[in-house]
T-cell receptor, first 116, second 112 residues
Framework: DTAVSQTPKYLVTQMGNDKSIKCEQN?????MYWYKQDSKKFLKIMFS???????INETVPNRFSPKSPDKAHLNLHINSLELGDSAVYFC???????????????FGPGTRLLVL | GENVEQHPSTLSVQEGDSAVIKCTYS??????FPWYKQELGKGPQLIID?????GEKKDQRIAVTLNKTAKHFSLHITETQPEDSAVYFC???????????FGKGTSLLVTP
């Protein structure tokens, strides 16, 4: 009965490849997020998305794109992977689009991406 | 954008002692401040949060205080236990409200 789940847990791939990470939440939340955690544990927002709006952190390269087949899923596609993309990627969800308005952000277990 | 500074980066205490982690934020419009605990190999888990209309909030051994004037907030853990060992993150809502800006984390070690 995991609230926010991600697959795969580990992903090792070569530079230049295209890969996807999947996220699913069973909380009935309206909003989902992708965060990147670097080797120094720094957590940074990449995307926020609900069925009405996608907000992209302007520092995120356009090689990264979120895709939502339905409200319970927000997948992360990464094209032309680079060494610097190696990190842990966390999916999260909340009830409301605006943080703190009735909804807490719940995080998934993370996907550890290593680009060789 | 919002900057969240967190100190210390590492903290070691003996079991039973108290631990205090401090954060400052730059955007006076921020009004929501959660704290997350991240155990090894897991995602961050919310442990307590506070909104700007409140100065203090407690939940058993955990408390958070907020000083809006000084733009800082702190996490207090009393009677620490070895299972409290983890990385703790403070966060503040970004101005647009759509996400959180996180501090750089505090690695807390509670030794028996």
């Amino acid at each position: 009965d995991t609230a926010v789940s991600q697959t795969p847990k580990y992903l090792v791939t070569q530079m230049g490849n295209d890969k996807s990470i999947k996220c699913e939440q069973n909380l009935g939340h309206d909003t989902m997020y992708w965060y990147k955690q670097d080797s120094k544990k720094f957590l940074k927002i990449m995307f926020s998305y609900n069925n009405k709006e996608l907000i992209i952190n302007e520092t995120v390269p356009n090689r990264f794109s979120p895709k939502s087949p339905d409200k319970a899923h927000l997948n992360l596609h990464i094209n032309s992977l680079e060494l610097g993309d190696s990190a842990v990627y966390f999916c999260a969800s909340s009830q409301d689009f605006f943080v703190g308005q009735g909804g807490t952000q719940y995080f998934g277990p993370g996907t550890r991406l290593l680009v060789l | 954008g919002e900057n969240v500074e967190q100190h210390p980066s590492t903290l070691s205490v003996q079991e039973g002692d108290s631990a205090v982690i401090k954060c400052t934020y730059s955007d006076s419009a921020s009004n929501y401040f959660p704290w997350y605990k991240q155990e090894l190999g897991k995602g961050p888990q919310l442990i307590i949060d506070i909104r700007s209309n409140v100065g203090e909030k407690k939940d058993q051994r955990i408390a958070v205080t907020l000083n809006k004037t000084a733009k800082h907030f702190s996490l207090h853990i009393t009677e620490t236990q070895p299972e409290d060992s983890a990385v703790y993150f403070c966060a503040a809502k970004v101005r647009s409200g759509y996400a959180l800006n996180f501090g750089k984390g505090t690695s807390l070690l509670v030794t028996p």
